[in-house]
């Protein structure tokens, strides 16, 4: 099985934006939904975005709705995560993750693929 990996992570300010790739995701790894995660020290893991990559269809959690913005690259089997005004409450490491079939519930307990994980801090 080809691995997630996740790139693009960093130390930015309050205000500023940064861009997470998710290579090898897609169709052509028999990956139907792909979301990102994140978990922060001493929280749960908590689902941020997800794309259905058949429909294109995306799905986003209350706190980055109008900041986030997930899309998928399917020529180059790549889900990206472009994070806008970010906040210091969007500090956690973030996660790429798939599965298998398609929708994408924006719960851990759904996704049996798993990246190692970028950093992101922001500070205020």
Do not use: H
């Not at 109008?66 to 969007?90: C, P, W, Y």
């Not at 994408?104 to 500070?123: E, H, K, M, N, R």
């Amino acid at each position: 099985q080809v691995p997630l990996v996740e790139s693009g992570g960093g130390s930015v300010q309050a205000g500023g934006f940064l861009r997470l790739s998710c290579a090898g995701a897609g169709n052509a790894y028999g990956r139907k939904c792909v979301a990102w995660f994140r978990q922060a020290p001493g929280k749960e893991r908590e689902g941020v975005a997800g794309v259905s990559i058949d429909s294109g269809t995306t799905n986003y959690v209350d706190s980055v709705k109008g900041r986030f913005t997930i899309s998928q690259d399917n020529a180059k089997n790549t889900v990206t995560l472009l994070m806008n005004s970010l906040k210091s409450e969007d500090t956690a490491m973030y996660y790429c993750a798939a599965r298998p079939t398609s929708g994408c519930p924006l719960t851990a307990f759904w996704y049996s693929d798993w990246g190692q994980g970028t950093q992101v801090t922001v500070s205020s």
